[in-house]
């Protein structure tokens, strides 16, 4: 028998994604409905930024963080969305090597990114209720940008190694991905390689990472119910509540839809593998979709700059 060193590996150039092996002719009528999800999310994330850009009133650090948080979601949408469709309309199945493993590094980036936006924005709600005369000189401009370059240089560093260690993993023979996108476990499954090392590192810095956020928006949250709990004037528990109340739906809507995606990975064996494909595609549009959607409506001063952009034009 010959040994393993003996044969030929061929280099593979591309990959061909394959959404829902067990269940192709789902991607005809979910075409429509998730092109219309991503219309509404680029739509309503662009009317957002530009109301928030031109509206003098909305340029506040609250307002700054959750541009911060368009710009991510709408880099997500545009990550996935895209080719998914091109799939569905025009059955374009192949990616290339490079294209694979970028897009793979932009979703595990972004999506800790997501997290850990909201996890300022918690801090910036616990600031404004439990310590409000020294918020002005907290939140600053100089905070937001602090801020974001604490989530782009974090959330980008430690999820660099994910692609890299796939990407040097050698691909045999096979390069069918059962997926509509570039997940890890997806792609590094192809591999002749020992993959422990690589889906390793992707549990422990994605739990790391998304477990401390939560862990402080928790503590947060813990602390602003304190001080509200705390409150006797009429009407100043509501006011309170009201404006916690959009990012806490945004955070509870994030944070539920990743522990439905994991538990549907971890019960793979028990459920059809389509399941968590159309969960994961889900993942990167609804709350893209919902998130402005969520502030624009519950906030009065984004609803009123939205009635004053509607007016210039």
Excluded at 257 to 272: E, G
Aim: hydrophobic letters at 50%.
């Amino acid at each position: 028998m010959a040994s393993p060193s003996n044969f030929t590996i061929t280099p593979i150039s591309e990959f061909l994604l394959i959404c829902f092996p067990n269940y192709q002719s789902w991607q005809h009528w979910l075409s429509l409905p998730l092109s219309l999800l991503f219309f509404v999310a680029m739509g309503a994330n662009a009317t957002l930024l530009i109301t928030i850009c031109l509206e003098a009133s909305l340029h506040e650090p609250l307002y700054y963080l959750l541009s911060l948080l368009s710009l991510l979601d709408i880099v997500l949408c545009l990550t996935v969305i895209p080719k998914v469709l091109a799939i569905f309309w025009f059955d374009l199945r192949s990616i290339s090597f490079s294209a694979c493993f970028l897009q793979m590094f932009i979703m595990n980036s972004f999506l800790t990114m997501e997290s850990c936006t909201f996890m300022i924005m918690a801090f910036d709600r616990y600031v404004a209720i439990c310590h409000p005369l020294r918020y002005p000189s907290i939140i600053t401009g100089q905070f937001v940008f602090r801020a974001t370059i604490f989530v782009i240089t974090r959330n980008a560093f430690f999820s660099l190694p994910v692609p890299i260690l796939s990407a040097r993993l050698r691909y045999c023979a096979e390069n069918i991905i059962k997926n509509c996108i570039c997940t890890n476990l997806s792609v590094s499954k192809l591999s002749c390689d020992d993959i422990t090392f690589s889906r390793l590192y992707q549990f422990v810095a994605g739990w790391t990472l998304l477990g401390s956020d939560l862990i402080l928006i928790f503590l947060s949250y813990y602390f602003i119910l304190k001080v509200v709990l705390r409150i006797k004037a009429e009407g100043a528990v509501a006011k309170v509540l009201s404006t916690c109340g959009s990012h806490f739906i945004l955070i509870l809507f994030f944070s539920t839809v990743l522990l439905v995606l994991v538990i549907t990975n971890l019960a793979r064996k028990r459920i059809p593998p389509d399941i968590p494909i159309l969960l994961n595609i889900l993942h990167h549009l609804i709350p893209p979709a919902l998130n402005p959607i969520v502030y624009g409506v519950r906030t009065k001063e984004i609803k009123q700059g939205i009635q004053n952009l509607l007016r210039r034009l």
